[in-house]
């Protein structure tokens, strides 16, 4: 029994170390910015300098920057810093929504 849990623990450890080195290699590329503003069809232009993730679906961004438009209004939005968890299902629909954003100095 105890060999079994080693090697679960084991295996688990492997693959969060795996996730934190793939998730956060993905982040930084300019392939992934690309990505996310490709899923909003040039409403919302999403970029930022460097990004993280130490848990799952969690991000952290600095100098984020969104430029969107609608039919009646255009806006930008910055923020030095900011933080929040990425809706998988929506985005898997080519939506990107964020819960829970917390962010401190936006213009």
């Known amino acids: 029994m105890k060999r079994i849990l080693v090697r679960v623990g084991i295996i688990v450890a492997i693959v969060a170390a795996v996730y934190l080195v793939v998730v956060n290699v993905a982040l ?3 392939a992934t910015q690309a990505f996310f503003n490709s899923t909003q069809g040039g409403k919302v232009i ?3 300098d460097r ?8 991000l952290s961004v600095t100098n984020l920057k969104v430029n969107g438009q609608s039919w009646s209004q255009q806006f930008e ?7 929040g968890a990425i809706d998988l299902p929506a985005l898997l ?4 929504r ?7 100095d936006v213009t």
Do not use: E, K, Q, Y
């Open 77 to 83: 939005v910055t923020a030095p810093s900011a933080t």
């Open 46 to 48: 999403l970029s930022w």
């Open 28 to 30: 930084n590329l300019p």
């Open 93 to 96: 629909t080519r939506t990107i």
């Open 51 to 58: 990004a993280w993730s130490w848990f799952p679906l969690r």
């Open 98 to 104: 964020f819960n829970d954003i917390r962010s401190a």
